[in-house]
């Protein structure tokens, strides 16, 4: 009880985003910006900021990384089974990145508020590793011969790179100036409230799904608000994670689906209205099982 009532505040504002799109009437192409700006420079800063204060050790980093290789890799082992549910190919390969693909913005709001600034720290390590990973399957399963530019995609993500930077630039020792740390407090401030409007925004409830594919996204959901947290638990009693390490594990074995699902999908000619639904139901049930899984945990 008590967790959920920590991260309340979280999801009212994915709530209170869902009510402004639709009160104010605020289209596309709005929150579209407002997505860009938080992506590409308000979460680096948060990212980039929470990193260089909180330096994580090379120690550490290896079984972090790992932890969250392997929540990964579960997901994408057991996605491969809805191959079973006889869907259309192309459906079967918009829908399979739900079995694995995370919300970021979630996953940096909610280790900040159980841990502070050494939960996103670790968050974004774990982010670093598996954004790669979560790119690449993705794309591979709906393009087989892959994406041209995919490899330079990836360089250029701004959470790998602020991540990257941060463990670099702590690593060799460098401090930040005061009024530097200052301005990207501010910046890293306004990320969380305006990535989890922006996650509210995106919400569609109403979403196209046939009625053939409605096992296959039941049994994605439940491998990602169900197994996940288990594999999370499981991988940091194997790994011996502890304290804010198997925190932010858990915390990401338990996310929703990412938005970049649907737009994938739909960039690359796939069922992009299923996986809108998947992704808003699945957000909507991680206000509850978040908070059930942390408290089972603890």
Not at 193 to 201: H, I, K, R
Not at 245 to 255: K, M, P, Q
């Amino acid at each position: 009880m008590q967790t959920a009532l920590l991260l309340l505040p979280d999801f009212a504002l994915i709530a209170l985003g869902a009510w402004l799109r639709r009160a104010f009437h605020l289209g596309d192409h709005f929150w579209a910006g407002l997505e860009k700006l938080v992506y590409f420079i308000l979460f680096p800063a948060l990212l980039f900021n929470a990193i260089t204060r909180n330096p994580i050790t090379l120690s550490s980093a290896g079984p972090i990384a790992a932890a969250g290789l392997l929540i990964m890799a579960t997901g994408v082992i057991l996605g491969l089974l809805a191959r079973g549910f006889a869907l259309p190919p192309l459906q079967f390969a918009s829908l399979f990145q739900c079995a694995y693909r995370f919300n970021s913005y979630i996953a940096l709001a909610v280790a900040g508020k159980l841990n502070g600034a050494a939960g996103i720290a670790v968050m974004g390590l774990i982010l670093g590793v598996t954004v790669p990973v979560a790119n690449i399957s993705a794309v591979w399963m709906l393009a087989r011969h892959g994406q041209t530019g995919i490899l330079r995609e990836l360089s250029r993500n701004p959470l790998i790179i602020a991540t990257l930077a941060g463990l670099l630039w702590s690593s060799l020792g460098f401090g930040v100036a005061e009024p530097i740390r200052a301005f990207m407090g501010r910046l890293s401030d306004a990320s969380i409230a305006l990535g989890l409007m922006s996650v509210g925004a995106a919400l569609r409830l109403k979403g196209d799904l046939d009625a053939p594919a409605r096992p296959a996204a039941g049994y994605l959901m439940a491998v990602k608000l169900l197994v996940l947290p288990l594999a999370a638990l499981g991988g940091a009693s194997l790994l011996h994670l502890s304290g804010i390490e198997a925190d932010t594990a858990l915390i990401f074995g338990t996310l929703p689906v990412a938005s970049s699902a649907y737009i994938l999908a739909q960039r690359m000619g796939g069922d992009g209205g299923a996986v809108a639904w998947v992704i808003s139901v699945t957000t909507v049930l991680a206000m509850v099982t978040i908070p059930f899984w942390l408290t089972v945990a603890r």
